[in-house]
């Protein structure tokens, strides 16, 4: 924590957190969910604000790393979120933290991890989080999308509607 507190200092400080109106709190809980979704430090600001206009806008955030981790906690046993000696070592060593093929009744899950379901965001860090993902929230770019996905070769494909959405799910995923 001393570590993360020094090293998030200058980013983290009163001014930046009044510009963009959320708390170090949600600034690092959205950056978690960044560092999970998208890998290319150039991609991150756009995603950020897509991200941010849905949970600013109190729509679902949808991401599905949430939803990953979510399912994870739920297959390790960890049923009550607000049991956080959950999970064991040996759990935790043996467990897909970001399972790839999520089922219908995992995308419905009511945990208040998954923001495919849940309005707002996980009630705590979905995982570590860098300096480069904490930078690209604050940062963040306002951009015409409020869709993105990443194909298997790790390119980032925006929409700005759903139907467009659908479209690159259909021609990058399938």
């Not at 200092?9 to 560092?35: C, F, H, P, R, Y």
């Not at 998954?114 to 904490?134: C, E, F, H, M, Q």
Request: charged fraction near 20%.
């Amino acid at each position: 924590t001393k570590n993360f507190d020094a090293r998030t200092k200058t980013l983290l400080d009163n001014e930046s957190l009044g510009k963009i109106g959320l708390s170090k709190t949600q600034v690092v809980t959205l950056a978690s969910i960044v560092e999970r979704e998208i890998h290319s430090e150039n991609e991150r600001p756009v995603v950020a604000g897509i991200l941010l206009k849905r949970f600013k806008a109190g729509e679902l955030v949808g991401a599905d790393a949430t939803t990953q981790f979510a399912v994870a906690r739920v297959r390790m046993g960890c049923l009550n979120e607000s049991d956080y000696s959950c999970p064991t070592e040996e759990n935790y060593q043996n467990v897909d933290w970001w399972p790839v093929n999520l089922t219908i009744d995992d995308l419905n899950s009511d945990s208040p991890y998954n923001t495919r379901k849940v309005v707002g965001l996980p009630p705590t860090p979905i995982s570590s989080t860098s300096l480069s993902a904490i930078s690209a929230v604050l940062n963040s770019k306002e951009t015409p999308y409020s869709y993105y996905l990443t194909d298997s070769e790790g390119v980032v494909h925006y929409a700005t509607t759903l139907d467009q959405h659908n479209i690159n799910i259909q021609k990058y995923l399938r």
